[in-house]
Structures are given as structure tokens and as C-alpha cells.
């Protein structure tokens, strides 16, 4: 752990930004008149990691308005037919890495969800891709993808932080085993993104970048902690992303950039070399998983890392293969519109009644008001088991630098359950979660339902620092279920008023309630949902997704 | 928690046994000529709990000659074949359930392997099941299959201690669902088995039955924790039983009696609601398993379990179906001769390179050395996360009863890497059972094994209270690799003389070495030795144990 005074440590961290940034834009360089239009761009990235700098209200219009018609060709084509189309060699392996480097270079400038730029890696990659095109079109699944990580999971020769400065010389001598596997299959990784101090937010702000907005909406966060991939993802400027969720942080990013997120159930994917404070608790393991504007991507990214055996190398895993589930089966299919604690905002609740009415109107699904069990209960389990230590590790990396505590990371730590535990105590709460789960898993097996559809959080993408209740996402880390968020809807200013008559139920649902304001504020905000299905069903899942997606 | 003296407690415990005792003879009565002869046998139940009785040298050959021919032909029928004639009309479930309690008061007298039996319950199972045999006979896996289950195992309206005596008031209102699962495929529990005091111990001593000796040579103990399936199931009392382990816990007390065990990997059958101190620790988790004479039907007893698709109820399982593995495919296995710590007695050398010599004469399978990969820093890690509290919980099931603490408990506790942990301290110890797990993986994965011959012990059944060297089971725990244990040989006097040039390595190597001071010290022992495989390969292992059973 590093000790320098935290600022100094800031302005390295920029310094990793602003050297890839610089070497991939002579390595791609942007034609000149991009390359002018870039330079005038409203920037999200300030003068200082304190400084968030001044970006436009809309960032996704002002993307789409300096792309250039070829780059755009490429990124603004599905992700899944991408691979296909370089598959039969339409646009080289260096083609695509071109447009997408372009794309999530102003994609960065607009949003700072870039931590940083791998360009003579992709590079490499690309080129040999190409250069053994006839050779391994075929063989490999994923040709010529590019995708991006999340800054905490390991890269080889770079630093991780997981967003906290002391870490800033951390360099690993080795790639996650699920960036390996990708890269075997034919991905190449072209950048790292943004994600927040401690990890442990819904939002994405640290001293390592500064603060993620949202493509859609830069008054409102991007989400967290796999911040930068929604940002990045929403905004078309990677093709697909590796997150993690321990609370909610492939989700929730999902939801707030109207993207697809898969959070699966623990033991599927490899994650059990990622990094972040608290390495070694096992109480609430987090799982890793991809965010997407593809459905059929996402699908293809997962199975592609399913077949090549992850349990042989990490022994964390189950060996459960890859079965598709078919489409023409019947289905029973739950709506969950409250969990009890916090009540969605008027644009969820109309996303809820969409997908409701939809499903109804389809004769091989069976539609039914699914009442939660318990939810508060699981809030007191969850947050009572996130830091065992009562949070000292996560405060330890701020000691020595002196590196300010962000207010997100204080309202985690200062939940009412966060306290040092003992052993006994500990032992007790994992009796409380196991009798939970199982309780749970009864009350389900009532209903026979193949999926729960769900809100993701309350409301559309949050206010910055205002996306503190976590139950909508952290009910499924808790019970281990795997999540499908998909878009739904955007806020919609004439549809999408105020409940003025709304009595709150408690603190967090007022606090919650009373960001509503106005549609206005949350002026075109993606809507996402979730669907949640019991452990390891991530394929009826998906095959759910794609039933919604085809109606539409 | 029970404050009552401990010695009124034992009192009480003791009459748990004798009540059941009298109404099982009440219910399934003798003929006169056996009662007599039962009342004649030298008994290892003492007149109180320190009282260990005067047991006969050799329990085996008093059981043989006590028990009647018409109970000997049903009990001494593998009882693989048992259920099948059952099925056939042969014998009723009557007649069966007869037959075995017969056997296990005459074994439990010998060796005190009953902790109570369940003449009751099992009666209204075995009529119950007769009188539907036209329709339940081909619905039911296990129809008319009495089982016995170690104590620990939750039984509906019977008190749960593991070995404690201040939980003898813990009268539980639930069947295991492992046990609820086995029910309705038609077993029968028809009696309860000893453990010893704090279930951390391979060798079976408590104060709630007193000691549990090897029906073979009561001066060697039956192994533990599950230590009374072990002796119960060697001498043929049991048809099978369900044990569980969490360092060695059901294949100890396989090996020492001579039959089959079976170590599953976690999460594979229902364990979550079994009772034991620490509960709730998942540093380390304990698994259960069937102990048997019959490989046959301990390949059926676990089919039916994980047939019944357990992880719809139980939500720490995977979904892993059973897939039974191929006898004719080509087969790599290495031998263990040797973990690097401690050397193996005699008996178990021979038993392994009788293990070898078979193998090497079959076509279909390559045999190669195993050289182990760090064993000692197996056993430092798991030592250390076994008691996360230094103990502390096992020490206070004894301080209100003033219970003394056994010999081997002192044992366990007393081991150096044994201290109350702080947080930071155990995730480190998680991280480094995570990167031993993964080195061994990858160390495995070199050899492309499928399985690997090892010692389950350094000998065959120890010494009363001297089985203390836990690394040839443990190692398989920290890893959380399946096991078959499988008889191979008895200990021969003539040939398994001591090594008397053996240089020992280390301290607890001389102990276990200085143990083997004659063959006729463990004259009679059964030899088995294990077959290790990597996590989810239980249906491999059975393979390679029927190429085993069928060369002999």
C-alpha cells in the first residue's frame, strides 16, 4: 500500500489516463476534422480528479453527432452481428478496433468512464486475428470482439485499484483467468473502466477518476460500481463489458444505460481472482458477468466462457454446463411491483405494467402478481455480512494517504448493521442467511415460476450521490439468484408524473420517494427491469429476454 | 444449553440407549435361544459412560457365532441384492427390519456402535411399506432398505447432542431433508449411531455413550467421527449408513472397518441442516456421505439421493445431475505412496502396491506414480480455519456440565495453528486455501489423472486414542475432492512386519510410526485405501471401485 499523499497519487492515476489516451490516438489516429470536433467536446473529466469537470446535458447526442459515419457503421451495428460480419470478413479484426477506440475515446472525453486505454495490447491482438484470419474465423467463437473490463479485474502489467489511490502501483504479472479465456476464444480487451472507491456504490465516483456521468442524462449517475461499463456500454462505445455484482453492481449500471446485464449465480464464471477491499471474506461472494447492448452478444459471450470448462482451472466453479433453454415451452412468470420496503417511481411501476401487459398477451406464459418474501429481512442479513470487519480494511486504504472518503463510501460504512463482528456473531448471521435462502426457495417452489420479473432500483439512473437503497439488487446477492436486467422504456415526461398522494412506508422510502421530483429531472433516462430466476437457470433467463425482446 | 451436572446427564443419555433398547426387544423379539446367548456376550457398554466395558478381543467372530441363520442369511445378503429381493417378494420389509435390528443389538453390545434405535418409526415404515408392496415396490429406489444414520444427522422427535451432553434436551421437530429424501425412496432408519464428543475426533469416545471400539480388535478403535456407522456397517449390522465429514470423518471409520465410504464434494447432497459446534462457520465445510459394504448400493443409495434433485429444496446444492461413468474407457491413475509428512504402516504400503500391481495388469488403465504437491501446507490451512474461535464454542458445550474433556478433543483443540482468528487474519487464511487449491488444480490437471490411489490413514485402525494424524483425510477436505474408500486386504502377520530402519521426518511421523510395533498389535484389521478425484467425479470414482471390486 502506497503512502504518498493522496493528491500527489491523483494526479498519477490521470497521468496513466492521459498517457494510453495520447498513444492510442497515434496509434488510431482520428481523421482531422474528428479529431477537432473531439477537441471541443463538453468534458466530463475535469482539471482534477475533484474537478468533475463540465459535461453536456446530453452526452449520447453529442456522441452520435461527432462519430464519423464509418465508425459508426461499426458500433452502432448489433455487437452480435459484428462478430458474424468479421467472421466473414466484411470489416477486418483492426477495422472494428479502430471504430471502437474512437468510440469510447469520445465516449470517455464525454462521460469519464475510461480509466484507461490498452492499445499496443489490442493491437497485437488485432493483427495476429487478422493475420490468421482463414485459420481461426472458424474455430474462434468471439473473432475480433472487442471488449472491455472493469478496472478491478486483473490485467496483466497494469495496476488495479478497485478505486483507491494506495493501490495506484499494484501492477499484476497475470490476466484474470476469464480475460484469458476470452482472449482464447478470439476477444480482445481494449479498455479498463471506471469504478468507484471501495467498490462498494451504486454510483461511480473515485479519486482515481473523478465522477462517471450518465450518456443519457449527465445530471444523473451512471451507476455503480461496474460504473464505467454502463456508461461505455449505454452509449455504444464497447461492443460488450465484464462487470462484477456483489450489491448490485452489473445491474444496477445496466439499468441506468438501458443496456443488458447478466448477473449470474456464483459459481459459473471465474471471479475468483478479481480484486477489491475485503479479498478472502466468502460471507457474500461477488460473481462477475457481462453488460451489453446485445442480448444475442451476451448470450454468446457466456456460453462461449461456460464451454471452455472454467471448473477445470478455477476450482471455485461447478461444473454445469451450457443447455439453451427453448422458447417454445410454457412459462409461469411472476411480477414483483414492490418488494415491501421502497416503492418504484412512476416510470418503473409503468415499465412493470408494459411487461405485464405483454406477457399476457403471449399464449405460453402464464402471468401472476409474485408478493415478496420478507425483503427487509434480507437487507439486515446483506448489509450485516458485507463488511465483517465492521469496514476497517476499506478504511485502511484512505490512513496513510489521506484520501477524503467519498460520501457514497459513507453511506455504505455507516449503515445501522455495519459493525465489527466476532466469530459467534458471524456464524449466527450465516445461520440466518442459509435459513433465509431456504425459506425462500420454498416459498418460490409454491409458485412453480420459471422468473420474477423485477425492478432493478426504484427509479430510473439516480441523482449523482443520491442511489442509496440497495434492496432491489442486493435481495438476489443474497439469495445467489441470477438476474437478466433488460431495457424497457425511457422516462417519459407526459406519462411519467409524481405520485403527490404517496405516504411513504418508512426513512429510506421518503428519502427514495422525494427524488422523484419531476419527470423532468430524470428527462431521458433509460428503463430497465430484471428478470430473476432460481440458482443457475441463466439460460431460461435469457431465453425470457428474448420473448420480451421479440414482442416488441 | 443444558447446566445439569454432566454425570446425571450421561445418566440420562444412557437410558435414551437402554429404553430403546427394551421396546426394540419388546417389538422384535428374540428367540429364547439367542437371548440367552446375546445375554452371555462380553459387552463394550460399560455400567456408565467412563466404564468402557470388557469387549470381547475379537466382536467380529462373537457376532458371527451369536447371530441366528434365518437373521444371517437377510443381513450377510449384499445388501445391494437385499433390495432386490425384497422387491421380488423374497422377504418382506418386515422380515428385513427384523433381521437388522437383531444384528445391530447383538453389534451394539459388542462394540457399542448404537447411540439408540427406532423400533417404532421404522415398524410403522417397514408396514406401511408392505402393505402398498404391489404399488410402491417399482416406484420406490430403496424400497424396504433399512439405514442407519450417524447421530448428529437432525431426527424427527429425537435430541441432537454430537457427543455433547448439554444438548440432550435438543429434541428436534424435523427430519434431515437428506433423511426426508430417503423416506420417500423408500429406506427405513431403524437406528441412530455413537459419535464422539465434539465430532472432532477419528475415533469414537463420548460421554453420552462412552467408547465405540472396531469390531474386528476392540484394542483399535472403529475411527470417527461417524465411528458407529463405521463399526455397525463393518460388522454387518447396518445395510448402509449415512455419515458426514469434515476431516475425514466418514472415510476414517470406512477404512478401519473395512468398507466402502464415500467423501462427496460440497454441495452435492443436503448437508446444511446437520448439527454440530461452530455451526454456521463455512471456512470449512462438512459433507455427508454413505458408509456401506456394498459398492453396489452405495452407487444406488447416492444415485436416488441426487435424483430426487435435492437442490430444489436445498439452496447450498448444484444442480449437477448424476451421470454414471463408463467402465470401458481408458483410465489414468496415480498412486499416493507417500504424502510427505507422515509414512504409511506396513499394511497400507502392501495395500497400495497390491492397488498398483492389479492395475497395471489391466489393458484400459495407465498407472503412474503421484508425487504430492505440498501436503504440510494443507494441513497448516486447515488446522488453522477448522476453529475460527480458537475453540471457544467447543469448549463451552463443557463448562456448564462440567463434561470432561476427552483426550482427543485436548488433541484437536491443543494443535499449534489453532487460535482465536480476527477477521483480516481468516480471509487471509481463505485467500491462501483459494491459491492451494488452485496450485493443485493446475498441478493435477499436469498428470490428466483420473483419479489417484491414496492411503486414508498412515495405518489401518489405530490404537485406542492415538489417531492423531488427520493429513491423509484432511488434505481431500481443504480441497473438497471426493473420495471412495474401498477394502483391499487385512493386516498379515506374516508379512506387514515393522520397518525397524524407518528414520521418521518429523515429529508427529515418529508418533505414528512408533505405533506400528507389531502386526499382531492390529491382528484382524481390515486395510482399505481411498480413490481421490477431482470435485463432481463421484460417478468415476464407483467406476474405478467396480474395476477394483471385479479384478479380485
Not at 122 to 137: G, M, P, T, W
Request: proline share 6%.
Amino acid at each position: 500500500m502506497l503512502k504518498d499523499n493522496w493528491k500527489e497519487l491523483s494526479l498519477k492515476a490521470r497521468k496513466i489516463y492521459e498517457d494510453s489516451l495520447h498513444e492510442t490516438l497515434k496509434l488510431f489516429p482520428f481523421d482531422e476534422e474528428t479529431l477537432k470536433e473531439f477537441q471541443k467536446l463538453p468534458s466530463a473529466i475535469g482539471t482534477s480528479v475533484t474537478d468533475f469537470g463540465a459535461p453536456a446535458s446530453s452526452p449520447i447526442e453529442e456522441y452520435k453527432r461527432v462519430l464519423p459515419n464509418k465508425t459508426a457503421e461499426i458500433t452502432e451495428t448489433d455487437p452480435y452481428d459484428l462478430v458474424q460480419l468479421i467472421k466473414k470478413g466484411k470489416y477486418s479484426c483492426m477495422e472494428v478496433l479502430n471504430a471502437y477506440f474512437h468510440a469510447a475515446i469520445i465516449a470517455s472525453k464525454l462521460t469519464n468512464c475510461v480509466y484507461e486505454f490498452l492499445p499496443q495490447e489490442s493491437l497485437k491482438v488485432a493483427k495476429y486475428l487478422d493475420d490468421n484470419f482463414d485459420e481461426l474465423k472458424d474455430k474462434l467463437p468471439l473473432f475480433g470482439l472487442p471488449f472491455s473490463i472493469k478496472e478491478m479485474i486483473p490485467f496483466v502489467n497494469r495496476s488495479v485499484t478497485h478505486g483507491s489511490l494506495c493501490y495506484l502501483d499494484r501492477v499484476v504479472d497475470y490476466n484474470a483467468d476469464i480475460v484469458e479465456i476470452l482472449l482464447k476464444s478470439g476477444a480482445n480487451a481494449f479498455v479498463r473502466t471506471t469504478n468507484p472507491q471501495s467498490l462498494m456504490m451504486l454510483e461511480c465516483e473515485s479519486y482515481t477518476h473523478g465522477r462517471t456521468v450518465n450518456p443519457f442524462n449527465s445530471t444523473l449517475t451512471c451507476g455503480g460500481s461496474s460504473g464505467g461499463e454502463g456508461a461505455l456500454n449505454g452509449i455504444g462505445g464497447s461492443a460488450i463489458g465484464l462487470g462484477s455484482d456483489i450489491g448490485g453492481s452489473i445491474r444496477c449500471p445496466s439499468a441506468f444505460n438501458g443496456i443488458y446485464g447478466l448477473r449470474l449465480t456464483v459459481g459459473r464464471l471465474p471471479t475468483g481472482d478479481y480484486m477489491s477491499c475485503q479479498m478472502g471474506s466468502e460471507a457474500i461472494l461477488s460473481v462477475t458477468g457481462p453488460l451489453t447492448r446485445s442480448l444475442d452478444l451476451l448470450e454468446l459471450f457466456t456460453k462461449t466462457i461456460i464451454d471452455s470448462k472454467p471448473w477445470t482451472i478455477d476450482p471455485t466453479l461447478a461444473s454445469i454446463e451450457w443447455k439453451p433453454e427453448p422458447k417454445d415451452k410454457e412459462f409461469k412468470i411472476g411480477i414483483l411491483s414492490h418488494d415491501g420496503v421502497v416503492a418504484p417511481h412512476p416510470p418503473v411501476k409503468r415499465a412493470l405494467n408494459l411487461v405485464k401487459e405483454k406477457l399476457m398477451e403471449l399464449d405460453n406464459v402464464e402471468v401472476f402478481e409474485f408478493t415478496p418474501y420478507d425483503h427487509a429481512r434480507a437487507q439486515k442479513i446483506i448489509t450485516s455480512l458485507y463488511f465483517e470487519d465492521g469496514g476497517a480494511d476499506t478504511k485502511n486504504t484512505l490512513l496513510d494517504t489521506g484520501e477524503p472518503m467519498c460520501e457514497q463510501t459513507k453511506w455504505a460504512l455507516g449503515n445501522e448493521n455495519v459493525k465489527p463482528l466476532t466469530f459467534p456473531e458471524q456464524w449466527k448471521l450465516n445461520i440466518e442467511k442459509q435459513k433465509y435462502r431456504k425459506e425462500y426457495l420454498k416459498y418460490w417452489n409454491q409458485f412453480e415460476a420459471d422468473a420474477i420479473i423485477a425492478p432493478v432500483f426504484p427509479g430510473p439512473a439516480a441523482k449523482h450521490r443520491t442511489a442509496k437503497y440497495w434492496g432491489y439488487t442486493s435481495q438476489w446477492n443474497l439469495l445467489d439468484y441470477p438476474v437478466l436486467v433488460f431495457p424497457v422504456t425511457k422516462v417519459d415526461l407526459d406519462l411519467d408524473h409524481p405520485d403527490s398522494e404517496y405516504k411513504p412506508l418508512n426513512d429510506i422510502d421518503e428519502f427514495t420517494y422525494k427524488q422523484y421530483d419531476s419527470a423532468k429531472s430524470f428527462e431521458n433516462a433509460p428503463v430497465c427491469l430484471g428478470a430473476v430466476g432460481l440458482r443457475n437457470t441463466e439460460e431460461k433467463l435469457i431465453t425470457i429476454g428474448k420473448i420480451l425482446r421479440d414482442i416488441n
